[in-house]
């Protein structure tokens, strides 16, 4: 709507997951008193208030996980030899474009460390891996 309008917009919601999809900069309010104001990064991850901890919480965490892309977090394929065997023995794929809480989920449910991904064109971009999630800046 912005990009559009070229107009600010105030989305007032009570719920934490879609404020952390749509917004770029977040108030959390208690009772109207503004108790933290940032990037879903910053209340996320480096809230400065009890409430906005509580308010959050572990819903937070995982509606960050359904923003942010895997091509965030892509690794060169960890393999000891070369990377093409390390492809060719690669079962499991993602698209790039896939948020994080897919690229976890399929290994955990597989109970492998490292998938592979993919472009939309169906290029190999190289691997994630859980080792990987380091590789996100808070």
């Not at 070229?6 to 404020?19: G, L, P, Q, R, Y």
């Not at 509580?54 to 942010?68: A, T």
């Not at 449910?109 to 808070?138: H, M, P, T, W, Y």
């Amino acid at each position: 709507i912005y990009q559009t309008l070229n107009k600010t917009i105030v989305f007032v919601t009570h719920d934490i997951e879609e404020a952390i999809k749509l917004g770029t900069k977040i108030v959390v309010m208690n009772q109207g008193e503004i108790m933290e104001v940032g990037s879903r990064d910053a209340i996320v991850f480096h809230s400065k208030s009890h409430f906005a901890d509580d308010f959050i919480g572990n819903k937070g965490f995982l509606s960050y996980l359904n923003i942010v892309k895997i091509e965030q977090v892509v690794c060169p394929f960890n393999c000891s030899t070369n990377g093409n065997a390390a492809e060719k023995e690669m079962t499991l794929w993602v698209r790039a474009d896939d948020p994080l809480i897919v690229g976890i989920r399929i290994c955990l449910e597989n109970g492998v460390n490292q998938i592979g991904v993919r472009d939309a064109a169906g290029r190999v971009v190289g691997a994630f891996d859980l080792s990987c999630l380091s590789r996100l800046k808070f």
